[in-house]
């Protein structure tokens, strides 16, 4: 099996799995305490958690405070829902690209929500209209469904100079580029090799959050429910491995696109080429049955679009907002590498997929 489909989950890295291992709570072990326990187990635990913290932190900038979530969905939901910039006569702004955790969200909080256009390149306008009584502005830094990276500076700029919060996905970015400026910044572990279960929302120091479930406010009165050691001891040894090989990753991600663009040579890019996170290649060719190439290459995993949308069998609405037709969308596919995929793996699996293309005639 060739996995080509790094923008659904990504493999856990090695050295994430080793430092769960000493916190997955087995009887002949002491790493089972809950961390929130004032005994020595559980203080053993907090000192887990704190470390992990602290490599989280380090993908931010300075003045913020890290919370750990079960998702980024549910760290995203904490930033909108928990925010009273986008209530009463304050309006939200996102862009027609979003994942469904902030497009939904949004749309659930405010009806009349501004979505913001992007062009066939799948970029926002950094001019783009902005709604006068904006209070939220939520803005993906990279596009999980074709890559592009977004102008969230140029954005983020006018929407504070009016007074707005900056929300801020950054699951698709987060430890293979610096995170974009926001206020609120949400990122998930199994997306830059770590484990699932796990995600983080950054809060910018002097913004206040509601809860948007009640408890026993376990993480800085925003988010209860007790911490897992071993899922946060992951991500955090996660984040710090990106860090540590980001340049390195960049350089082997970008080899491995310009191959891949070789061998998709017949096929037409989706979005933009230059602002975009090059282990995410999306593509069509016209005519083309996605459903059947897929069953064709069954050894190679690589997408028809959004995991988290795959069950919907409906076209892309990501691909619509580019302008594609329906048609070009259903004939599209997400190739998606990393920092594991070899370009043998690479080569061997575009060669499948590209047999099975033709063998469509």
Partial sequence: MIYLDNQATTPLAPEARESMLPWLGGPETTGYGNPHSAHRLGRQAEAAVDIAREQVAALFPVGGTVIFTGSATEALNIALRGSDRGRGDKRIAVSAIEHSAVLNTALALDPDCAVLPVGADGLVDPQVGLPDDLGVLAVMQVN????????????AERARAAGALVVCDAVQSAGKMPVADADLIAITGHKLY????????????????????????????????????????????????????????????????????????????NGSAAHRYKGNLNVRRDGIDVARLMSDARQVCFSAGSACASEARKPSRVLGALG???????????????????????????GLILAAAEAQG
């Fill in 194 to 269: 770590g484990p699932k279960g796990v995600g983080a929302l950054w809060i910018r120091d002097g913004i206040a959050l509601d809860p948007v479930i009640t408890g026993g406010g376990q993480e800085a009165g925003i988010r209860s429910g007790t911490l897992s050691p071993a899922l946060c001891a992951g991500l955090g040894a996660a984040v710090k491995l990106s860090l540590e090989t980001q340049d390195e990753d960049e350089a082997h991600v970008a080899a491995l696109w310009d191959r891949a663009r070789e061998m998709l040579a017949r096929w037409t890019l």
């Fill in 144 to 155: 999980n469904e074709i890559g592009t990276i977004q102008p969230v500076a140029d954005l």
């Fill in 324 to 350: 594609l037709t329906v048609e070009q969308a259903k004939s599209s596919i997400r190739i998606g590498f990393g920092r594991y995929t070899t370009m043998d793996e690479l080569e061997e699996g575009l």
